[in-house]
T-cell receptor, first 111, second 116 residues
Framework: KQEVTQIPAALSVPEGENLVLNCSFT??????LQWFRQDPGKGLTSLLL?????REQTSGRLNASLDKSSGRSTLYIAASQPGDSATYLC??????????FGQGTRLTINP | KAGVTQTPRYLIKTRGQQVTLSCSPI?????VSWYQQTPGQGLQFLFE???????NKGNFPGRFSGRQFSNSRSEMNVSTLELGDSALYLC???????????????FGPGTRLLVL
């Protein structure tokens, strides 16, 4: 059974800092891994998708890496801003239209 | 293109009642998946529909059911509501529906269900 773990569960940093969120998964047979953002009471916004054959993806201040062999992914956020405050979820996809999610990291950026 | 829409956005029911939630996927998307999100269990997969057929199902009791119409709109139904069914129910649609490394899902805003 695929399990996804995110560490830390919560993180609070001052504005302007660079930070890293971690995601680990137990079964490396995945098609892709996605990072999502969720604002309180809202749906999910896809940030980055890394296909299994890729090592990283970048979008603006965000960079996500994938190491399938070790079952790990990281989301790097550069020059954090208060608007980055949200819960960040990683999810792995192994087919059957089913995403398996981690519990998320609740990020707070303090002005 | 309009995003995934879900109605209603908020719902309050009492134990024992039933409820129907609706999801309209992005135009052209044929795969619709449903997820339940609770503080304790996080996001869990309920089921997925493609071309009006349920293809995949998560580990939920039979009280949870769904269907998909010919226009790809989907509904999920929960019968005999329990307090533990209080959750945010998210619908997601997929452009490919065939699996593979490019597969991604686009999520709606969710329906927040409170069972009293």
């Amino acid at each position: 059974k695929q399990e996804v773990t995110q560490i830390p569960a919560a993180l609070s940093v001052p504005e302007g800092e660079n930070l890293v969120l971690n995601c680990s998964f137990t079964d490396s047979a995945i098609y892709n891994l996605q990072w999502f953002r969720q604002d309180p009471g809202k749906g999910l916004t896809s940030l980055l998708l890394i296909q299994s054959s890729q090592r990283e993806q970048t979008s603006g201040r965000l960079n996500a890496s994938l190491d399938k062999s070790s079952g790990r992914s990281t989301l790097y956020i550069a020059a954090s801003q208060p608007g980055d405050s949200a819960t960040y979820l990683c999810a792995v996809y192994r087919g059957a239209q089913k995403l398996v999610f981690g519990q998320g990291t609740r990020l707070t950026i303090n002005p | 293109k309009a995003g995934v829409t879900q109605t209603p956005r908020y719902l309050i029911k009492t134990r024992g009642q039933q409820v129907t939630l609706s999801c309209s996927p992005i135009s052209g998307h044929r795969s619709v998946s449903w997820y339940q999100q609770t503080p304790g269990q996080g996001l869990q997969f309920l089921f997925e529909y493609f071309s009006e057929t349920q293809r995949n199902k998560g580990n939920f009791p039979g009280r949870f059911s769904g269907r998909q119409f010919s226009n790809s709109r989907s509904e999920m139904n929960v019968s005999t509501l329990e307090l533990g069914d209080s959750a945010l129910y998210l619908c997601a649609s997929s452009p490919y529906g065939q699996g593979g490394a490019q597969e991604t899902q686009y999520f709606g805003p969710g329906t927040r269900l409170l069972v009293l």
